[in-house]
């Protein structure tokens, strides 16, 4: 019965401790005054530190650096400058001779458009190379024709052609490409592709002043004897009205003579005069270009030189 009693009483106290060791606690760090349990663990780790000897420490021994690797600089590398290769088929648009950009025209009106065109690229451009419409208006011109003359290199050619002036009021372009003897089309600038063009106004109002006609005659038509052989010519002109008429000569080989005027006090005509002096044989023609106001060539004069 004793052992019994004694027994219970020591189960008790176990379960109580074992309670008592489980119950949260305010502050985890603090002792409790009277706590057996904290105090045999506190008097534990301070016989444990007292026990332990410090570790000593390995000072790293610094490892030698290798010293700096020189390098040789390499010398700049020059390129040698390369001169760039032409296209063959290549060109630049000079300038408008006849009929700049904004002209204006009366329905129907019939007028010759000229460009001057530098040959940049390094293929003569022969008689088989064409002038070929691109696009816009036609202006009543050919869809294509011929070269009048062969350019080489760096040569300049004027190209002319005649046009009409649409009926209808408005404004019209008409853009225009180079195709060489093979059938490929070229156009102008560093890139082949820009076309070189005629922007023309059409309206209403009757021009105050026009050339309607001009007529060439010439003291021989036609010679044969020696040379140097100097042929006089004369153009009669008609004007609408008064005005200041601008003009030059042109021969059918492409010779031009210098730009001059006659002045119509009132509408009529008047007889101007030049004088070609030929050194070899020649058989073509001879034309006056009417700058102001016309734009426009008037009928060609045969001409024909021959020289013994």
Same mark, same amino acid.
């Given at each position: 019965m004793t052992n019994r009693r004694l027994f219970t009483t020591v189960s008790l106290?176990?379960?109580?401790?074992?309670?008592?060791?489980?119950?949260?606690r305010p502050n985890a760090t603090a002792e409790t005054p009277g706590d057996p349990i904290g105090t045999a663990a506190a008097q534990t780790v301070a016989a444990l530190s007292t026990q332990l000897q410090p570790i000593d420490t390995v000072t790293p021994v610094p490892v030698p650096t290798n010293?700096?690797?020189? %390098?040789? !600089?390499?010398?700049?590398?020059?390129?040698a400058e390369t001169t760039p290769v032409k296209a063959c088929d290549a060109g630049e648009f000079v300038t408008d001779v006849t009929v700049p950009d904004g002209t204006s025209f009366t329905p129907g009106q019939a007028f010759t458009k000229t460009w001057r065109l530098k040959?940049?690229?390094?293929? %003569?451009? !022969?008689?088989?190379?064409?002038v070929i419409f691109d696009s816009g208006n036609s202006l009543g011109a050919p869809a294509s024709f011929n070269l009048p003359t062969n350019v080489p290199p760096d040569a300049?050619?004027?190209?002319?052609?005649?046009?009409k002036a649409p009926d209808a009021v408005k404004e019209y372009q008409s853009d225009w490409k180079l195709q060489n003897a093979s059938g490929v089309t070229f156009g102008l600038g560093e890139d082949g592709q820009k076309s070189f063009w005629?922007?023309?106004?059409?309206?209403t109002a009757v021009l105050p002043f026009a050339v309607t006609k001009v007529v060439i005659s010439a003291d021989n038509a036609n010679y044969t004897g020696a040379c140097p052989r100097t042929v006089a010519l004369a153009a009669a002109i008609t004007s609408t009205a008064a005005g200041r008429v601008t003009y030059f000569w042109e021969r059918s080989d492409g010779t031009k003579g210098a730009v001059q005027e006659v002045v119509f006090d009132t509408g009529g005509t008047k007889t101007v005069n030049s004088s070609w002096q030929f050194g070899s044989s020649f058989d073509g023609a001879v034309m006056v270009y009417i700058d102001n106001p016309n734009h426009q060539y008037f009928p060609n004069f045969a001409l024909k030189v021959t020289c013994n």
């Open positions: 106290a176990i379960i109580l401790l074992l309670a008592a060791c489980n119950l949260p010293p700096p690797v020189m %390098t040789a !600089t390499q010398p700049a590398q020059t390129t040959n940049t690229g390094s293929c %003569t451009w !022969t008689t088989s190379y064409r300049i050619v004027d190209i002319s052609v005649q046009m005629v922007k023309i106004k059409v309206e």
